[in-house]
């Protein structure tokens, strides 16, 4: 029987020639990365002690992403006990504020830190963002991110694989965010699962496309998620990193705990509805016409250059109604000048939207857009629970980027228009 793509991974990161699903094995890490919010644990979680070495300091990176600029003199302490770690060890790769940072899933896109057929490790919950890429990665708590970056090991139980091929083509209108929610809906959570995805209907789909579903696979509780490598990744991480590396396949005899076929051109806008992502999703009709006082596209899963487009180009020549704030958070500095050199900026702001620099920001209701007793949010983000992004008794829909730039014109949640672009994230 052959292996999926995490059993080969972990197989050779582990240094067995075979692994199998409820094995627990020991890994050597490629990558680790560090947040702003990791040193708050290294600050206060090590009982007085202090690190004395690392691994390999070219195998970490160190990305200031949740309070950026420090909205608050506990998150500045973060930042300059990261800075005194950077300096420590020598750490390369390090984002700090200003004209480099940006949300830590999105620059590890950018830069292509995540390689095809490597092992990652991150301290957020949406690292199986980098599974785009080909790669294994996992997110894990402070404790085993100290444990990573000072041995360069960890180690999991090899996970059972779902395998989804995607066939077709997405309609306009329609979005990965769309195909998220679908399978949210349709097949709930997946505890203690891989997500592999594949088949013909990737061709079609842009990185930034499969960096939000595999980004968004945290909310089905998937240890991993991964898809399968082909020549517009390869060219992808060429073109950002020069270091070499081995793509992964699946084997054609790969056992899988169960393998589904998702046809793209048969999904429909969905939202997911307040307070819980999986099991929760409906078609946009369904809630049509709710008011809203805040509409938000941003986040790891959709801070890309095709979501802000999107979002310009569906307000553009246009105004937002009074009483509703439309923000939008770029996913890093680099796209944030992007989006600049297009004229997605000018079209937004001139719209009446916010463009806040690169942050989690309002995702996660830090700063930059957290939300007041009983208001109502539509969000292009990764979470719509109970208090996320700010009150309480706020309500928090999710949905695509084009279905939030066309709630926010609306004053109400709407189905998007034509404008949208069926290939975008």
Not at 38 to 66: C, M, N, T, W, Y
Not at 150 to 164: A, I, L
Not at 169 to 187: Q, Y
Not at 199 to 228: K, Q, V, Y
């Amino acid at each position: 029987m052959g292996s999926t793509i995490l059993e080969k991974i972990l197989g050779r990161a582990s240094g067995s020639a075979t692994v199998s699903p409820g094995e627990i094995i020991i890994v050597d890490i490629d990558c680790t990365i560090l947040l702003d919010v990791s040193f708050h644990f290294i600050q206060h979680g090590l009982g007085g002690r202090e690190i004395l070495r690392v691994a390999d300091p070219k195998k970490i990176a160190v990305i200031f992403d949740h309070g950026v600029p420090a909205p608050d003199a506990s998150t500045a302490a973060m930042h300059i006990a990261g800075r005194e770690f950077v300096k420590r060890f020598g750490i390369e790769h390090f984002h700090d504020v200003g004209y480099d940072h940006g949300i830590s899933h999105v620059v590890v896109a950018d830069k292509a830190y995540a390689l095809p057929g490597s092992v990652l490790l991150g301290g957020d919950s949406h690292t199986c963002s980098a599974g785009a890429f080909n790669c294994a990665a996992r997110a894990v708590s402070s404790p085993d991110i100290l444990h990573a970056m000072t041995t360069g090991k960890t180690w999991f139980r090899v996970s059972e694989t779902v395998r989804y091929d995607l066939e077709g083509t997405l309609r306009p209108g329609v979005s990965m965010k769309d195909v998220f929610l679908h399978i949210a809906g349709t097949f709930g959570h997946h505890v203690n699962q891989c997500l592999e995805f594949g088949g013909p209907g990737i061709a079609a789909l842009s990185i930034n496309a499969r960096r939000t579903l595999t980004t968004m696979c945290a909310e089905l509780s998937a240890d991993f998620a991964i898809f399968e490598a082909d020549q517009r990744l390869l060219d992808y991480v060429h073109q950002r990193n020069a270091a070499p590396f081995t793509p992964v396949q699946p084997d054609p005899n790969a056992h899988y705990e169960d393998r589904r076929t998702l046809h793209l051109d048969r999904i429909e806008p969905l939202v997911g509805l307040p307070d819980a992502v999986v099991n929760n999703s409906a078609p946009v009709t369904q809630v049509a016409g709710t008011p809203i006082h805040q509409a938000f596209v941003g986040s790891c899963a959709n801070g890309t250059l095709d979501d802000l487009k999107i979002a310009a180009n569906a307000v553009a020549g246009k105004r937002i109604p009074a009483g509703v704030r439309f923000i939008v958070t770029p996913g890093s500095q680099e796209i944030w000048r992007q989006a600049m050199a297009e004229g997605y900026v000018q079209k937004l702001v001139e719209a009446g939207a916010v463009v806040t620099n690169a942050t989690c920001g309002a995702c996660f209701g830090g700063h930059m857009g957290v939300l007041g007793p009983g208001e109502t949010c539509i969000t292009a983000s990764t979470r719509n629970f109970k208090g996320r992004m700010g009150h309480p008794s706020a309500r928090i829909y999710m949905a695509s980027p084009a279905t939030v730039a066309a709630s926010a014109l609306a004053g109400r949640i709407a189905l998007p228009d034509a404008f949208t672009n069926g290939g975008a994230s």
